[in-house]
């Protein structure tokens, strides 16, 4: 067995809408394509020798052992591969369960797919599967070291990729809200919320800390200085640079015992308490020069060690911490107690645990020896040894949870302090022997204030009550009401995605102030075009959401970044689905149209229960998509009369319909007309039917997320279908004596909708036509047979990137099926030629061009780029005039005849409650009510 490529999906997919962190590895079985696991001898007693605890796989027979029996009576290596790999990294604390392995089309290969919680263990995973199943089949078993080892290695990258506990205990409040979050992958940064409403954490700070705060926290002897001026208790002390200053500011501080500590440390580093001697002082001192070049030394005051955490200015959470220690049993030495004490599982390495193991070091030795121990000493029953000083958890400590016990001046004091010091979130030191008392009545003082604190001790405390710190921080970032993310319109189908993006994020700018929208032409942030490209997948959509001055994000959505790495987000508020028809079949294991729909239905699977799935009525296969989603349906149809519209608006549906030549939105019993076709730009004086049902879709979200007629109305008569708002769909350019269109029609739909407005045309037709290299070569032949039955002469060309195909082929595929078509049509007086070359085969035909005439070229124009910018231009001879942008033919009567509906009285419709500042109320004149 071989794996031949892994995939990590980050977002809901083809697989799963609630499973959206997917590895999909595609496997070749190679010599074990024909053998089920029955068939290799001693498999079965192997895999349950090496991991039993594959017991509690059900599988599909639904019980405890289910999947065993699936082994031991028969399924194909994939299948296994896939539960492998599920419970090996559930081995490894990383517990998971949901699988899929289906077989392609491809004889002996297999899509295995199944979750993972740590991305790149989940890869780990997936190979250290194959080197078992391998092992097994090879040698009857797989060794332990192998495995152990296999485990090690994925605990590891778990704790790699884990985030710190702090950002874990935010990150799960989150989530719990269902507000989004995502990892910014610089310093730490994590984003909650989209765009406008977005605010950032780092650790626990914020994006709210005020950074004279910050770093008036950070100098400690400052923190003291303004809080002792403000009648705060601090303990008395100085900062000394150089030894020689030491023995003096110990004596102005009365003599012993003191604390020396870093003027700039944290996390406990370099401090030492309790120091009763001239020795200590010299080797403490020594020890905070390593981390700051400033030392503090202060007057010590006995007691406890207590972190106050003030969230806002509102104390939320108190621990007390107690430092590193161990408790004798009158057997084992110090090392060892140590090494029993390290066996808890609360504690792991670092912060990724409730509790930190313990580590001997110089500081450790130190301990010991002020107490007249060493690691070697076996401590009598229940005599009590500190290991450090200080009580931090970073060190070793442990936290006991106090909240309840604080007196209430105390948190008055600590709520006081964090607001001179200007922080949102501090982490207050408090050393007491009674934190139930008054500070000034046992002599209690404020020995530090802390930006950015741990919130581990609080989350999860070695005892007492587990307080949710993460909600006040929350609480704090989006106060009640307030929203968390922006508006996600997200639009899939197979052709008139781009235009519809476009059009619709038009629409919405009559509404909101900035509009960011993706599309294959770019990403754009209001007006501006920040990244030019085919930018239709989940990264170039996170651009939009993380951009903070964006108000909506329109996402085109296409096929190929669902598949590589599913959505770039959980929820939409908006999904539209256009079409679904022939094209990039075969590619991504995506082999039929009906494998095409469910992964178009991904967008509408996605959108949220209260949102809006905008559905083309006239596609059965989108239209059955209304049964798969649990959001709100809208449909748009160019036949008023489509049954499965009129049933939806008879039980208070919404739906956008072409009707008597109208754009026009119906809504339980009442129509409202936004405007008609013929006023419609995008849609060539009504000529375009394809361009009308775009503008239908288009009008319907927006409808739906709360834009008002009026709004639509002013977009839809100030879009046209241009090299400036379009690039490359339906530009139609006036040369004078004959015309140009342009457009990205590459697949056989999108060549019949081209087709639909060409009929009409009142001259010659040429088309200039091209396919995909990529694609089926039935598919190429079907782009030919379509031009046979669209246009009076042919002349076929190639891309410059034939994507893999030799030079010649993909013209080669497509004159065949024109050759065919016009056999099989009697289309004996079409005539085709082939020009590989692309710029000097649009050059010939705009050349040869009749008058009157239509010249229709098939070929993506980038971004920004017009007809003007093509190699091709006419011949100086034929004296024509420069090419300019037109949005209408040649005057001639529409052929397309559109449906009428039986309207009764003109009745004002009920206004709508609008979703955003646009009112969706409409005038009288708007509206007539249907009959019944």
Known sequence: MKIL??????????????????IVVRLDLEGLAERSSEAIPGFYAGLVEVLPSLVEHFCSPGCRGGFLSRVQDGTMMGHILEHVALELQTLAEMPVGFGRTRETVEAGIYQVVFEYESEEAGRYAARAA???????IDTGTYPQTELQKDLDDLRKLRADAAL?????????????????????????????????????????????????GVELACDKESTKQILGKAGVPVPRGAVVYYLSELAEAIDRLGGYPVVIKPLDGNHGRGITINIQSWELAEAAYDQAREVSKGVIVEHYYPGRDHRLLVINHKLVAVAERVPACVVGNGRDTIAALVDQENLD??????????????QFDRTTDEMLSRQGYTIDTVLAADELCHLRATANLSMGGIAIDRTDEIHPETAWIAERT?????????????????????????DGVIVEVNAAPGLRMHVAPSQGVARNVAAPILDMLFP???????????????NGKTTTTRLTAHIFRQAYEVVGFTTTDGIYIGEHLIEPGDTTGPQSAQVILQDPTVDIAVLETARGGILRAGLAFQRCDVGVVLNVAADHLGLGDINTIDELAKLKAVVAEAVSSDGYVVLNADDPRVAAMADRVDAKIAYFSMDPENPLVRSHIRRGGIAAVYETGNLSILQQDWLIRIESAERVPLTLGGRAPFMIANALAASLAAFVQGVSVEDIRTALRSFKASAQQTPGRMNLFNLGQYHVLVDYAHNPAGYEAVGRFVENWPGPTIGVVGGPGDRRDEDLMALGALSATIFDQIIVKEDDDNRGRPRGDTAALISQGIVQAKA?????????SVQLDEAEAIEWALNHAPENSLVVIFRRVSTGRSLTSMPAIPSPKTQRPPPTPSAEPPPKKSTLKPSRLKLSRWKPSTPRQPRNKASVSQPPSASRRLES
Not at 345 to 358: A, Q
Not at 422 to 442: H, M, N
């Open 5 to 22: 490529k892994t995939q990590t999906l980050r977002g809901p997919n083809y697989w799963s809408i609630r499973h959206p962190n997917l």
């Open 130 to 136: 194959l080197r078992l199943c391998q092992s097994i």
């Open 164 to 212: 710190g506990p702090s950002t874990e205990a935010l990150v799960r409040e989150a989530e719990a809200r269902k507000i989004p979050w995502v990892e910014l992958e610089t310093r730490g940064l994590i984003q909650f919320g989209y765009g406008k409403y977005q605010k950032r954490m780092q650790a626990s700070l914020s994006s709210h800390s005020n950074i004279l």
């Open 345 to 358: 599982p609360r504690r792991g390495e670092g912060h990724d645990n409730i509790l930190t193991k313990i």
């Open 418 to 442: 964090s607001r001179i010091i200007g922080l949102d979130i501090a982490g207050i030191d408090v050393v007491t022997t009674d934190i139930s008392k008054p500070l000034a009545e046992v």
């Open 480 to 494: 009640p009401k307030t929203p968390t993310r922006i508006p996600i319109v997200a639009i899939t189908g197979t």
């Open 824 to 832: 099989k049509h009697g289309k004996a007086a079409v005539t085709h």
